[in-house]
Structure formats: structure tokens, C-alpha cells
């Protein structure tokens, strides 16, 4: 039996969500509260000791890291393979893969804190953000000493992340009109599903115009994804931040 542990909204459970639905697999789940810190409890960090969702529990044994979690079920469930059987074509999937979790879903999670996440620090003076916020954290420890003081990230490093989403999506358009309509050709692979919650995120805070005018095939990718049954099943309501937050200014500080 398998049993996602996952956030509707996290980035990194709708990858695997995603994986699930397009291999018509069924899975039992534990919705994480990450705003009731649910994921730093005792008994989830015996899952999952980095605090983090999602976490895939497979009869009994737990299975971390959303990218790690996709290709297990990959390999486990061959219907509809999200890697191609081509073994140099894999090797360049898996470089795709590589870049977008060092890249994209690192720089995403800038704009997402300042526009909605913001809220779980209210109150807080910079001391307590470091007691409460920063120190507990296993593995955002470094994100969140980046962001320096509960009143979100700086001008700079939103910049900083929004040229790392552009070139993202550069490289996207460039594959989408070498190969296409996939970013590795006529498959859709962990390629596309690794970078979907990133475009669906940028879409979801308003930030289309990175890509808009300059890369359209990222746009005409976008709505293609969506046509996808697993994309409508992976995304419910309540699985965006646009959903049930209130979305704060881009730029949330002064602090340059
Ligand atoms: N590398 C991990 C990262 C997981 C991760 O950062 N999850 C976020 C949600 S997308 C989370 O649980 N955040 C909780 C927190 O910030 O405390 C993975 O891909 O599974």
C-alpha cells in the first residue's frame, strides 16, 4: 500500500502527485499542515528527518526527496514510463532533472516566500525568527538564514531568482523548439513533471511576464501540461497559493 505524505500547495508533492496520476496508481494520503509545523513533529521527522514533504511511505518503508520518490515510481510502475528507454537520451533527462531541482525549484522558493509564505513569521522580531524559524529547521536552515530576518527576502535576491527562473525557461523554449512538445521531444518525461510545479507556481504569483513575450513556448508547453488529466487531477482546488492566501507584494522590503 502506499501512503503520500504531501502539502495540496507544496511544489514538491505535486511532482509527485503528478508522477502518480499519470501511472493511474493508487495511494492513500496524510495531508502535512506546514503552516501548524506538522512536518517537524516527532513522528513525521521518524518518516522523513529532514522535515520536509513529501514523503512516500511503500508499504511500511519510507521514501524521501521528491525526485528520488518520482523515479522509484517510475521504476516500480512501467505504465506509461516517464524516462526514455534510450540510454543516452535517460542521461540527458536526468541532466534536465538535475538543473531544475538546482536551479528552478531553489530560485521559486523566493518569490513564494515573499508573496505568500510571509505570514507564518507575523510577529515575530528577528530574534524569535531565529529561535523558532531558522535553527529548527533541518534542511532550510540555509534558505532561510539567506532571507536574513522575518520580513522576507531582499530586493536583490528576488532579482537574483527571477534570472535563474528566465534562464529556466530560456533553456525550456530552446528544447521546445529543437525537440518539442516535451522538453525531451515527443515523451513527456521527470522532465517536464520536475519543472511543472515551477511554472504552475510562477503562474499562480503572478510572474507570466518572465516568460511571456520572450520564451512563448513556454506559454504554449504551459497549456499543453494542462490538458493533461494527471495535471487536472494533481492540481485540486486548494492546491494553489492563490487559493486560500492573500498574495503580498513581490519586493516585500526595503532592506537594499
Ligand atoms: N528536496 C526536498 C525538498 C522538500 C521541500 O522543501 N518541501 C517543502 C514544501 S515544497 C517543505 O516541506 N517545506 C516545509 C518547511 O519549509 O518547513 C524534496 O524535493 O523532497
Known amino acids: 500500500m502506499l501512503v503520500l505524505y504531501h502539502a495540496p500547495h507544496s511544489t514538491c508533492s505535486q511532482k509527485v502527485r503528478m508522477v502518480l496520476h499519470e501511472k493511474r496508481v493508487k495511494f492513500d494520503e496524510v495531508r502535512i499542515d506546514l503552516g501548524k509545523k506538522e512536518q ?21 518503508v519510507p521514501i524521501v526527496e521528491s525526485s528520488v ?15 526514455p528507454a534510450n540510454i543516452v537520451e535517460r542521461a540527458h533527462t ?9 536551479v528552478a525549484v531553489a530560485a521559486i522558493r523566493v518569490p513564494s516566500f515573499n508573496r505568500a509564505f510571509l505570514y507564518r513569521f507575523s510577529g515575530l522580531d528577528q530574534k524569535q525568527f531565529e529561535a523558532q524559524e531558522v535553527n529548527p529547521r533541518p534542511v532550510r536552515r540555509e534558505l532561510f ?4 530576518s522575518p520580513k522576507g527576502f531582499s530586493k536583490t535576491e528576488v532579482d537574483k531568482s527571477l534570472g535563474e527562473l528566465s534562464e529556466t525557461c530560456r533553456r525550456m523554449d530552446e528544447s521546445i523548439a529543437r525537440k518539442g512538445p516535451w522538453l525531451m521531444g515527443e515523451q513527456f518525461t521527470l522532465a517536464d513533471v520536475l519543472v ?27 497549456v499543453r501540461l494542462q490538458a493533461r488529466p494527471a495535471f487536472k487531477a494533481t492540481y485540486f482546488p486548494g492546491s494553489r497559493v492563490s487559493d486560500f492566501l492573500n498574495l503580498e507584494p513581490l519586493y516585500a522590503t526595503e532592506r537594499d
Do not use: F
Request: proline share 9%; with cysteine.
Open 40 to 60: 517537524l513533529k516527532p513522528d513525521y521527522l521518524k518518516l522523513n528527518p529532514n522535515g520536509v514533504v513529501p514523503t512516500l511511505v511503500d508499504d511500511g
Open 196 to 222: 511543472m510545479p515551477s511554472i504552475d507556481r510562477m503562474a499562480d504569483l503572478g510572474l507570466v511576464h518572465v516568460w511571456q513575450d520572450k520564451y512563448p513556448r513556454v506559454g504554449e508547453w504551459y
Open 94 to 102: 536526468r541532466a534536465w532533472m538535475h538543473y531544475i531541482e538546482e
Open 145 to 148: 538564514q539567506r532571507m536574513g
Open 69 to 83: 520518490i518520482c523515479e522509484y515510481l517510475d521504476e516500480k510502475y512501467p505504465q506509461s514510463p516517464l524516462l
